[in-house]
């Protein structure tokens, strides 16, 4: 008999990503794995082919971004030790990595020359006091802050230093610093000739704006030219082979960056002119929208040209999954490349049109896999062959139907019993992203101890077009609220579900419709709220973006915030007479911590002693996904302790009930 997945299982979890082809048929790519003692991941380059097992190809601790010169002789790399990061370069053949660059607090993108003599790339600099907008004290910690945004949940407190373009030769020296003033460069692209780079920037745009756009400068040095007019999100450039035109991605809707409107793939003349959709017609986003534990959240890539370019390659999402898809140049049409039934999170793509990528499935946390020219896939690696020992189990899917005809998706993983069980009903956060065909470590592991897992995407989900997910704007908590009742009708009438015996969990605002729900039904015997938006209010005005949010529920402050507080879950958390456990990370700039405070708080004020906090320390929004090792094993106990507890599904008994008992290994774990 197999064994369930237990929280510890995490420590064990080797997950790929970043792949990139070599000329020699191999790919390169990124092995995270958690370092327990240290309670850090650890990253490694690693090496995979056709018939031989993936072997590492870098020694160091947190290495990272691989990337291949154009002659193949070379791999660069992003290396931190003594917790600065230069690149480092080294012969593909093996060999001694050398550094190539300075020590930079961070390094976030790099891109090789087409000739293979210079890198391109993007880093921290130091601060410029005459334009910057935040000025830190480091002795004390203080801060002079003149604009927004002052904090971020991916960076922290920002202390006015920005990101920007520089060139550094291969042979060695300093780099060239490029581009200049208070604005954080992204990308960057070489031009086939090697003359000029794309990039993207808020350059000029307005206090807490969403809206950046595409420039070019000179490789060289000199003025960057803009070629797009500040009507969206525009990102991520890749010149054509003929140098004639850049692809990106973005949209034409203006300052919305939640989701609402579907990421497109945009065309522009490299020498400026109109702009084009390549994908508008296709009406679904060409990002990665599936959400799951086992990675970051918003999977975007720059396009990729093919030979002739003829086509352009994107992520495309749809219907619960992510695929590639190859778009004509001229628009008028395109292809699935590599679909299915699962996650693909990133590729890359050889000269001889060989594609390697990175997917994930309910059952497969992550693989690396190629697919040649001719349609051929072959996985090659083998990441987790310890999960064969575990009771994995595939989701069913169900297409119920809202009451206005609508047709919703929802998923079934069912528990390892026979009757009636425990059931926990998952609402994802976003509200624009879904859940689908990607492995989720905390649902197989609430499965594989008997309790079953119901989750699916309403209404404001992303990759079922623009209406699905644009229909509960200005309506938080009425369509959605109903949508998500559907799904628990639709799991009830498919699955042998004890209706006294069901749960309801999610994160962000999959915590807003936990909160919400409790605070509205009263079918669910208990919750779990995770780093919720409780306090419409509060959080737009301490949130790192929380502004968006006037959009998203239409609630401008015009009106003195009398909406966003009619609007909040906490307006009826009064009601909430289940047990709830609430969850919330410290250092959480998304959806900060007084969200979860003022929930728990009260609720205990109230007299409801079946309310607990946990709150977790040194991690943001994405604990979950990326937080620290110690945190995620920490907060998937509780969450299971938690449903052992109110749920009682057969064969496991619930530990004391003590302080600290969340905490503690469930009694299915075998480490001490």
Known sequence: MKMPLVPSDLYR??????????????????LATPDEAKNETQTSIWSARAGRPAAPFTSG???????????GAMLSFVGERQEKKKIYVMPLGGGEARALTPSYDAIPATAWSPDGKQLAFVAVVDLDPACAKIAHDETSGARHIRALPFKSDDEGLLDGRRKHLFVVSIDGGEPRRLTFGDFDAGGPAWSPDGSTLAFWAQMGAREGSFVSDIFTIPAGGGEPKQLTNGEGPMCLPSFSHDGREIAFLGHLHGDDVGGRFNYELLVVPS???????LSAAVDRPVIDYVICDIKGVGGMQAPIWSGGDYEIFAPLSREAASGIAAFTRDGSAHRMVAGGDRDIIAFSRADDGTLAFVYSTPIVPSEIAVLDPYGSEERLTDCNPWLAERALRAPRRVRPQASDGWTLDLFLLDPVSDKAAPWVLQVHGGPHTAYGFAFSFEFQMLASHGIGVAFGNPRGSQSYGHAYADAITGDWGGLDASDVLTLLDAAEANAAIDPTRIGLAGGSYGGFMTTWLLGHSKRFAAGVSMRAVNDLVSEVGAADLGWFLETEVGAPWTDGGRRLFEGSPMRHA???????LVEHSERDYRCPIDQGEQLFTLLRRLGRTS??????????????????PRNRLL????????????????????????????????????TP
Not at 13 to 30: E, I, K
Not at 61 to 71: A, G, Y
Not at 271 to 277: F, L, N, P, T
Not at 574 to 580: F, Q, R, S, W, Y
């Open 61 to 71: 601790l947190h290495d990272r971004m691989p990337r291949i010169s154009p002659d």
């Open 611 to 628: 309310t607990e906090f946990v709150r977790f320390t040194g991690d943001g929004h994405n604990l979950s996904r990326t937080g620290k």
């Open 271 to 277: 020498q400026g002119g109109a702009m084009r959709s």
């Open 635 to 670: 907060r998937l106990r509780a969450i299971a302790h938690w449903f052992v507890r109110y749920l009682r599904p057969d064969g496991i008994e619930p530990v004391a009930d003590e302080a600290g008992s969340l905490f503690k290994p469930l009694p299915t774990e075998q």
């Open 13 to 30: 979890l080797a997950l790929p990503s970043d792949p990139q082809c070599a000329p020699d048929d191999r790919v390169f790519f990124t």
């Open 574 to 580: 009064h009601e909430i007479e289940a047990p709830l």
